[in-house]
């Protein structure tokens, strides 16, 4: 288990149950803490370990039990399915190269079958083939695959209770797992935001009854800040997209804003798991397109007004519009969807090269954002940046050549964005 860090809409967690009975055999999750996962810091750390015990205890309710485990993940769990004599490991997907090399490494040291299942979509990536251009190529492909999707599948409870021997060694899901860790501290913890499933859950359903209805008008606009705020527990596997998109699906909301979010929840964020799984370049220019490529370099040497360096992190530029949506993600480990096109943009302006404005864009959005490190994360700023998704957007202008363009004065009357700056000013 790691990706999915959840007890309901867990495919992975299914097969291993319906296995497990059909074999008469206890099933045991297994979840590695990683000393070292790159661009993780003390931020997403403390948010996923103050997770684990209410995933253990969701867990408990399905009759499986949690054992935690600090060290090089395939190394663990192929030690683990040793000592237990599993006959089966099933593990949860994830295209990220780091955990897809863990897999890899894995399925080099069991001696028994390791299944994969994709559990963190609702379209299963693999039946898509190949990484789709844009949205519109991959909506229509995701559409004919809804209904079975999306269709409910049932939560078996595992039969055979497991007892863990005494020599099984696991640690504590507590507070204490981050003891066992040198962490980088220089982005805080998110105070106010409580995690785990359960709170995911009430999440979603305070969304449904105070947030969907007016979505679809409302949500380019950061100063009322209708959105879900779902990203850090469908990132950290604490919600299931699955059901999600059952639960918007069903609301008691007007259709628009239900379409609306499902564009959002389903096939934007599919296509940057596509994008993500099938582009190993995901998070360098040279995974954008070969237009967006050619017309950045055309343009490299263009006159920049501003060059930014360590002010950027500090939000100390001339443009208050940017320093609002930077302290934003400092303070709250989140960056309302539309300013966050802004803000990847104007890195773009004001630093040296796309290529460095790629690379300090990534370094911020994994160092602050609690869904850093996400598919989501690549593609936003793989779109803003590199014109990935996108088409070119002619006339060519100094910097950006034909990629889309944000200005502070049109970006800025879209939406009450003296409200947003005032709200996120210098404190």
Same mark, same amino acid.
């Given at each position: 288990m790691q990706r999915a860090q959840r007890a309901s809409d867990n495919a992975a967690l299914d097969a291993a149950v319906v296995v497990g009975n059909a074999l008469h055999r206890p099933v045991v999750a297994c979840f590695v803490l990683v000393p070292s996962y790159p661009a993780a810091n003390l931020r997403h750390y403390r948010f996923m370990v103050d997770g684990l015990a209410d995933v253990a205890r969701c867990l408990s309710r399905r009759g499986v039990s949690l054992i935690v485990r600090h060290g090089e993940a395939a190394w663990e769990v192929a030690a683990l399915a040793s000592e237990v004599g599993a006959a089966l490991v099933v593990g949860d997907e994830n295209p990220l190269r780091e955990p897809e090399h863990w897999r890899r490494r894995l399925a080099e040291r069991l001696t028994v079958p390791f299944w994969s299942v994709d559990a963190d979509v609702v379209v299963p990536t693999g039946l898509l083939g190949k990484e789709q251009y844009a949205a519109r190529t991959i909506r229509p492909r995701l559409h004919r695959q809804l209904q079975w999707c999306?269709?409910?599948? /049932?939560?078996?409870?595992? +039969?055979?209770? &497991?007892?863990?021997?005494?020599?099984?060694?696991?640690?504590?899901?507590?507070?204490?797992?981050?003891?066992?860790? $040198?962490? $980088?501290?220089?982005?805080? /913890?998110?105070?106010?935001?409580? /995690?785990?499933?359960?709170?995911?859950?009430?999440?979603?359903?305070?969304? @449904?009854?105070? !947030?969907?209805? !007016?979505?679809?008008?409302?949500?380019?606009?950061?100063? @009322?800040? *209708?959105?879900?705020?779902?990203? /850090?527990?469908? =990132?950290?596997?604490?919600?299931?997209?699955? #059901?999600?998109?059952?639960?918007? !699906? #069903?609301?008691?909301?007007?259709?628009?804003?239900?379409?609306?979010?499902?564009?959002?929840?389903?096939? +934007?964020?599919? *296509?940057?798991?596509?994008?993500?799984?099938?582009?190993?370049?995901?998070?360098?220019?040279?995974?954008?397109?070969?237009?967006? @490529?050619?017309?950045? %370099? %055309?343009?490299? $040497?263009? @006159?920049?007004?501003?060059?930014? !360096?360590?002010?950027?992190?500090?939000?100390?530029? =001339? $443009?208050? *519009? &940017?320093?609002?949506?930077?302290?934003? *993600?400092?303070?709250?480990?989140?960056?309302?969807g539309y300013v966050r096109m802004y803000w990847a943009k104007k890195i773009l302006e004001w630093t040296g090269s796309p290529e460095e404005a790629f690379a300090v864009a990534i370094a911020l959005n994994d160092r602050y954002e609690l869904d850093g490190r996400d598919p989501n994360g690549y593609a936003g700023i793989a779109w803003a940046i590199g014109g990935k998704h996108d088409r070119p957007w002619p006339p060519a202008r100094p910097i950006f050549g034909n990629i889309r363009y944000m200005s502070f004065g049109s970006t800025s009357r879209k939406f009450d964005s003296r409200a947003y700056i005032d709200r996120w000013a210098r404190r």
């Open positions: 999306l269709a409910p599948t /049932p939560e078996p409870r595992a +039969r055979v209770e &497991w007892r863990r021997p005494r020599a099984v060694r696991g640690l504590d899901p507590g507070p204490g797992l981050l003891d066992h860790l $040198d962490l $980088d501290r220089r982005a805080a /913890p998110v105070q106010g935001l409580v /995690p785990g499933p359960t709170a995911a859950r009430r999440r979603l359903r305070t969304f @449904i009854r105070a !947030g969907l209805a !007016g979505y679809a008008a409302g949500r380019n606009h950061p100063e @009322i800040d *209708l959105t879900s705020r779902l990203s /850090p527990y469908l =990132h950290f596997g604490h919600l299931g997209p699955r #059901e999600v998109a059952r639960a918007v !699906g #069903e609301a008691d909301a007007p259709a628009a804003d239900r379409s609306a979010f499902l564009e959002q929840v389903v096939v +934007r964020r599919e *296509l940057a798991v596509n994008f993500v799984r099938f582009n190993p370049r995901y998070d360098s220019l040279e995974g954008c397109e070969r237009w967006a @490529i050619g017309t950045l %370099r %055309r343009h490299q $040497d263009d @006159i920049r007004e501003w060059n930014y !360096g360590e002010q950027l992190e500090a939000a100390d530029t =001339h $443009d208050p *519009l &940017w320093n609002a949506a930077q302290r934003q *993600l400092m303070a709250t480990g989140w960056m309302h």
